[in-house]
């Protein structure tokens, strides 16, 4: 087959133009959507609620029952998203929602007695107002950041007095406030914005209330200090 110039020509202009395509950015999705000043959305998150627990040297000393914390339940949390931007990086965030869990106190004894004691499942239900401040840097469709902030936590389900009906010997304050930090990933899709989330949330006060069941003190009496500690994996539509 014979190979004319032409046809040199027009192989060169197919290569090149190949060549210039493949080089061409790949499309950014909404690159708008970064500099509106205000955007809402809501979230979806599973939670691990543990605690951390100093026990109460006088009370091992003298009884040698030792608290310690179970292992973790999952639990579920929801919650709004008001998102404000204040420069390129920056972004003040407010989360109202709502979330549901369980935390588990292990009491081990290397005294022989006749008494047993079992765990203590408490359950939480807390209303929360979280203000982080998150910090991310946009490269073509994902945007990896970190945050950091504070969340005031209620737990409505607290009990403010003991129920006999229920064996749970241990009495939780209901307002607390958390400091928070985590990391995330924002997935900016062709019509909307998804971000995957985890961040760790430790309570700042003691949450025990230190008032002992009359019937059997001795779990309130071996702890010395009681704070919360959450894990929260969350999903961000926006």
């Not at 989330?197 to 702890?223: F, Q, R, T």
């Amino acid at each position: 087959m014979k190979i004319t110039h032409r046809n040199t020509a027009v192989t060169v202009l197919l290569m090149l133009a190949a060549a210039l395509s493949a080089q061409q950015p790949a499309n950014i999705n909404d690159p708008w959507e970064d500099e509106k000043f205000f955007n809402m959305g809501y979230s979806l998150g599973l939670n691990a609620m543990t605690f951390r627990i100093d026990p109460s040297e006088q009370f091992i000393a003298y009884d040698s029952l030792y608290p310690s914390k179970g292992n973790p339940y999952p639990g579920i949390s929801i919650h709004l998203i008001a998102n404000f931007r204040l420069n390129q990086f920056f972004d003040i965030r407010l989360l109202p929602g709502i979330s549901f869990g369980q935390r588990v106190i292990d009491f081990g004894s290397d005294r022989v007695t006749d008494t047993v004691y079992g765990p203590q499942k408490i359950e939480s239900s807390f209303i929360e107002l979280p203000i982080q401040l998150k910090y991310g840097w946009r490269m073509r469709n994902i945007k990896p950041y970190v945050i950091g902030g504070v969340n005031y936590r209620y737990d409505f389900y607290a009990q403010e007095k003991y129920r006999l009906e229920r064996p749970v010997y241990l009495r939780l304050n209901r307002p607390d406030l958390y400091w928070e930090v985590g990391t995330g990933m924002d997935f900016n899709l062709t019509h909307i914005k998804l971000s995957i989330e985890l961040k760790m949330s430790n309570g700042i006060a003691d949450v025990l209330a230190h008032d002992p069941h009359p019937d059997y003190p001795e779990y309130c009496n071996s702890i010395d200090k009681l704070k919360s500690r959450i894990w929260v994996l969350s999903f961000h539509f926006q």
